[in-house]
């Protein structure tokens, strides 16, 4: 008799727990309410533009994500490893470029000479890396609980540092720009972000659920669909009573705090950047600006726009927004060029809005005391990154958690 079993919600971490219970003999039955596939790793095409939901890349380093993902498959290419760091003015912008040391020796060399910061803090980055590269990432959960802000003032980091580097790298990363995340946190992806590329897919990042999809053999997939959860086995869909041996939760409900980020897309003529980096607000906090970070994902797959144009993706934290009293796509938008003025005041007036995507539950907000307790299990067939943490490699760990200590119990 076959074994049957049940995921609600068609993310990455319920699409992972179908691949895990299908390898252990289940056929399953996938309910997603929505139309698609990926939960927030989407991606449409407009105007013959590839607009992710929200800017979004893999970390190769992440080595569930790795075992899980065939990048190549996907078509995927790296930005540079490091930054540029922008000083918005209005006449003059300065740009610096801090590239990685490690794998861009020669670039990570000038970068002291830049005068974009001290050579001491150039030098905590490596120290900082070297030190994370040898601990395991499980055991980065094990420390005691801190901000980040806190791990890296007690590193020897300037503030100045702080607020022109890590606020808008990271802040964009964890969509909040205070640094507040946990420490733990901070330290994975620093080291999982040291250790490999940040990539983007060929056809934009819904590629990636999409190739989880495909691998799936005995999974019947139901879009659009509302289910009604009676109890661990037994659910309601469509009128009709389904009982399975387990039921899997693979989404999060509403009144689970999180963190919201709006992302704006442009069209330009031409990319605005002269190398394939992120380019990170070095006055976003010092003169409390908007904009997190800017980035041309068409540099890296020219896919992504159609010939002749570029892509320009901005991003800016949720709570930011509100801070300057923006609540609306209009009034972000309306910020947000007047904001780019000061980056590229020759060439902003030739872009154009192609969308403003505001993405309200980006993100999970999770406390110091669920990193506290990350490494017990739970026995509630519950999946998705708010039940581990943030990123894609989180969304993977808990399906895998989930379906080893359903299996563990059922044997």
């Not at 540029?84 to 470029?97: A, E, H, T």
Request: glycine share 6%.
């Amino acid at each position: 008799m076959v074994k049957k079993a049940a995921v609600v919600g068609a993310g990455i971490s319920g699409l992972y727990t179908c691949l895990l219970l299908e390898k252990n003999g289940y056929a399953v039955d996938l309910y997603e309410k929505s139309s698609t596939i990926g939960g927030r790793m989407s991606s449409e095409k407009k105007s013959g533009f590839i607009l992710d939901r929200g800017f979004h890349v893999m970390q190769t380093g992440y080595p569930l994500a790795s075992s899980v993902f065939d990048y190549e498959k996907m078509g995927c290419k790296a930005f540079e490893p490091g930054a540029l760091i922008i000083r918005p003015n209005q006449n003059k912008p300065k740009v610096w470029r801090f590239a990685d040391p490690f794998r861009r020796p020669l670039k990570g060399i000038l970068s002291v000479f830049s005068l974009f910061t001290t050579p001491l803090n150039l030098l905590r980055v490596g120290l900082l890396r070297m030190k994370l590269s040898r601990i395991k990432d499980v055991d980065i959960f094990k420390h005691n609980s801190q901000t980040t802000l806190e791990f890296l003032s007690s590193r020897g980091f300037s503030e100045s540092f702080i607020q022109s580097f890590f606020s808008p790298l990271f802040g964009g990363i964890f969509l909040e720009s205070e640094l507040r995340t946990d420490a733990r946190m901070f330290r994975f992806v620093f080291k999982n972000m040291s250790r490999g590329n940040m990539v983007l897919p060929k056809e934009g990042i819904s590629a990636c659920p999409k190739q989880l999809f495909e691998r799936l053999e005995n999974t019947s997939l139901n879009l659009n669909s509302n289910v009604s959860l009676q109890s661990e086995i037994e659910l309601i869909h469509e009128g009709q009573n389904h009982v399975y041996e387990v039921i899997f939760k693979a989404f999060a409900t509403k009144n689970e705090p999180s963190r919201d980020v709006w992302t704006i897309h442009f069209a330009a003529p031409k990319s605005p950047l002269s190398s394939k980096y992120i380019m990170l607000n070095s006055a976003l906090k010092s003169e409390d600006k908007l904009i997190s970070h800017l980035a041309v994902p068409s540099d890296i797959q020219p896919s992504y726009a159609p010939e002749n144009q570029a892509l320009v993706t901005v991003t800016v934290i949720g709570e930011d927004a509100k801070k300057h009293g923006l609540i609306d796509g209009k009034s972000v938008e309306k910020s947000v060029i007047s904001e780019l003025s000061t980056w590229f005041p020759k060439q902003i007036s030739s872009w154009k809005t192609i969308n403003v995507q505001h993405i309200e539950a980006a993100l999970p907000e999770l406390t110091s005391q669920h990193f506290d307790n990350l490494t017990k299990s739970s026995n509630a067939n519950l999946c998705g990154d708010q039940t581990y943490h943030g990123s894609v490699e989180g969304a993977l760990i808990s399906a895998q958690i989930a379906v080893d200590e359903f299996l563990k119990n059922a044997a």
